[in-house]
Nanobody, 123 residues
Framework: QVQLVESGGGLVQAGGSLRLSCAASRRTFSSYAMGWFRQAPGKEREFVAAISWSRGRTYYADSVKGRFTISRDNAKNTVYLQMTSLKPEDTAAYYC????????????????WGQGTQVTVSS
C-alpha cells in the first residue's frame, strides 16, 4: 500500500502561481511513477502531468505544457507540481497518484490516490 497526502492548494488570482506537494508513505516511493490529475465539478478526471520513477522523465497535458512543472524528491518521498500563469480554467481538485508499472496519462492505471487538494483561480 502507498498512502499519498497532497497539500498546497488554495485560492489564487489568474496569472499567479502555486506549488502542490504530495507526500508518500512508502519507502519504495522511488520505484513508483507519479502522476497529477485534476477534476472540475461535472467533468471527468483528467491527466495533468506524470514523472517516471527511474530517469525522472516528465509528461504533460497540452493544456498545461510550459506552465506547470512536475518534479520529485525521492529522498523526501515527495512529488511536486509547480503551477505558474494560472488560469480560471485550471480550477479543480488536484490529485496525485502512484503507479508501480510506469508513467501513464490514463488514471485507471494508477492504483494509489491521494485525497485531493482544491485549487481555485479567480479571474
Amino acid at each position: 500500500q502507498v498512502q499519498l497526502v497532497e497539500s498546497g492548494g488554495g485560492l489564487v488570482q489568474a496569472g499567479g502561481s502555486l506549488r502542490l506537494s504530495c507526500a508518500a508513505s512508502r519507502r519504495t516511493f522511488s520505484s513508483y511513477a507519479m502522476g497529477w490529475f485534476r477534476q472540475a465539478p461535472g467533468k471527468e478526471r483528467e491527466f495533468v502531468a506524470a514523472i517516471s520513477w527511474s530517469r525522472g522523465r516528465t509528461y504533460y497535458a497540452d493544456s498545461v505544457k510550459g506552465r506547470f512543472t512536475i518534479s520529485r524528491d525521492n529522498a523526501k518521498n515527495t512529488v511536486y507540481l509547480q503551477m505558474t500563469s494560472l488560469k480560471p480554467e485550471d480550477t479543480a481538485a488536484y490529485y496525485c497518484a502512484a503507479n508501480p508499472d510506469g508513467s501513464s496519462p490514463n488514471p485507471y492505471e494508477y492504483p494509489y490516490w491521494g485525497q485531493g487538494t482544491q485549487v481555485t483561480v479567480s479571474s
